[in-house]
């Protein structure tokens, strides 16, 4: 039976010591490398808070998110609802990451070519542009006037979930393509949030926020690489946001695109530490202990900053987020008091189309013009049917959508909307699954040459 510890020509191990921990961790692993698994438990929380805010016990579960949580010292006071510390506090990580995402795909991705890059770019202007405008065009003048940057966003995990139900059968330039489509809509939403949603803007406190911007871009020009010290100074920058009247998620944004994606520790200069790590005497005597242990916290060191700060971040933060940030999002945000009479509320009627007509309208049509005049380009790969079909998926809102609703609706309003949502994002997954899977089961090659030109 061969060992788990592989040796080299003298006998040494070349692989870390297997222990118990590690046979667990290996699946964990493995499933956190499926990203389409987040849109699957997002769903699952949905429901849950679904059925729980149609139960007897939904008076119980619809308040506990309204629990204030805060800090009182004498008339100072600063506190949230635990559903606003949810989406404002906790939202701001999910931001970030976002931002990492869109940097880490314009420096070392698919957007490094600027005209591979306007193609999403376009697509996602368009699908927050006509969509919106839809909406208006039903809601103008109406009570729900206020609620059009709801139908602008697109969610990146039920996307990129309903994408993984094809597997190999579509191609892979439509999943980077959607993935763009969604990060660049995010970006926009969040923008959307900050300018129109936000409460009357204090430029004097927003001043020092940019004072807080600066000092994160010289401690990153001093060679300052603690995490803990960087996220301790984006909280403070959060909190003056906060208080300027802008919303404090685009903290999120801003220090997501300012992280470098520059390596400290180049691979050659790694591989040169290991080595004069591999060739260390035995450490039997006192002097060659520490020169032993001072030997492996420069490895530790160097294994670590051979990753670039986006890598790394992207690394920590992506299973927090999507595990445990967006599926607490949608448990705290997802509880509607569902009425059939409801559905042919205008609001819900407006913010369906907005979502099921306007975004691949949207998609569509800018991707088209974009192409047309020679802006983008669009992969060979990736024909007209597949980029409609990813239009049809670009209107599951959900996550983002929600988190808009609950900034632009009263409460007398955000049942009707939340409907609108939900539907929308069911009728657009079934839809858009479906033109996928006709184009995987009848021809990549008649269906493209039909839409191909």
């Known amino acids: 039976m061969k060992s788990d510890n592989q040796l080299n020509d003298r006998g040494h191990p070349t692989q870390l010591p297997k222990e118990l921990i590690d046979w667990l961790a290996r699946p964990v692993k493995r499933f956190l490398r499926i990203e389409a698994a987040v849109g699957w438990i997002l769903l699952l929380f ?10 007897p016990w939904s008076h119980i579960f619809m308040a506990i998110w309204e629990i204030p949580i805060g800090i009182h010292i004498g008339s100072l006071e600063f506190s949230r609802s635990l559903r606003e510390w949810i989406n404002e506090a906790l939202m701001t990580l999910f931001f970030f990451l976002i931002a990492l995402e869109l940097k880490r795909e314009m420096v070392l991705g698919e957007l490094r070519n600027p005209r591979m890059a306007a193609l999403p770019i376009a697509a996602a202007l368009g699908g927050m542009l006509v969509p919106a405008t839809i909406y208006l065009m039903l ?3 109406q009570p729900g006037q206020n609620g059009w940057g709801t139908v602008m966003a697109t969610d990146t995990a039920f996307v990129i979930g309903c994408l993984a139900l094809l597997g190999s059968r579509i191609p892979q330039s439509l999943r980077i393509f959607m993935l763009s489509v969604a990060i660049v809509d995010d970006i926009g939403a969040i923008l959307v949030v900050s300018i129109g949603y936000g409460s009357r803007i204090h430029w004097e406190i927003l001043a020092l926020s940019a004072i ?14 603690s995490i803990t010290l960087y996220f301790l100074i984006g909280g403070i920058i959060w ?16 220090l997501g695109l300012m992280t470098p994606t520059v390596k ?5 200069h790694l591989h040169t530490i290991l080595d004069s790590v591999g060739v260390m005497p035995e450490a039997n005597h006192k002097k060659n202990a520490t020169t032993h242990r001072m030997a492996l916290r420069t490895a530790e060191a160097a294994a670590r900053e051979a990753l670039s700060p986006v890598e790394r971040l992207e690394t920590l933060l992506h299973p927090w987020v999507g595990f445990v940030i967006m599926p607490l ?15 042919g509320n ?8 907005g979502f099921t007509l306007g975004k691949p309208i949207g998609v569509f049509i800018f991707s088209w013009i974009a192409v047309l005049t020679g802006i ?3 992969p060979a790969n990736l024909s007209w049917l597949l980029l409609l079909a990813g239009g049809f998926l670009a209107g599951i809102g959900f996550t983002m959508a929600l988190f808009i609703a609950n900034l632009a609706f009263s409460p007398t309003l955000i049942n009707s909307a939340k409907l609108g949502i939900f539907s929308a994002s069911l009728f657009s997954a079934i839809l858009g699954i479906s033109l996928l899977s006709l184009w995987a089961v009848f021809g990549k090659n008649k269906l493209n040459n039909s839409m191909d030109y």
């Not at 448990?331 to 569902?338: K, P, S």
């Open 46 to 55: 949905t429901i849950v808070a679904l059925v729980l805010s149609n139960s």
């Open 212 to 225: 807080g911007v600066v000092i994160v871009r010289v401690m990153a020009l001093l060679g300052i690489r």
């Open 139 to 141: 809601q103008l003048g």
């Open 264 to 268: 400290w520790i180049t691979d050659k």
């Open 376 to 378: 983008a380009l669009r």
């Open 346 to 353: 205008s609001i819900t009627i407006a913010v369906f189309l």
């Open 239 to 254: 909190l003056i946001i906060d208080a300027s009247g802008v919303h404090a998620t685009i903290t999120g944004i801003i």
């Open 329 to 343: 999002f949608a448990f705290a945000n997802a509880g509607v008091l569902i009425n059939i009479t409801d559905f």
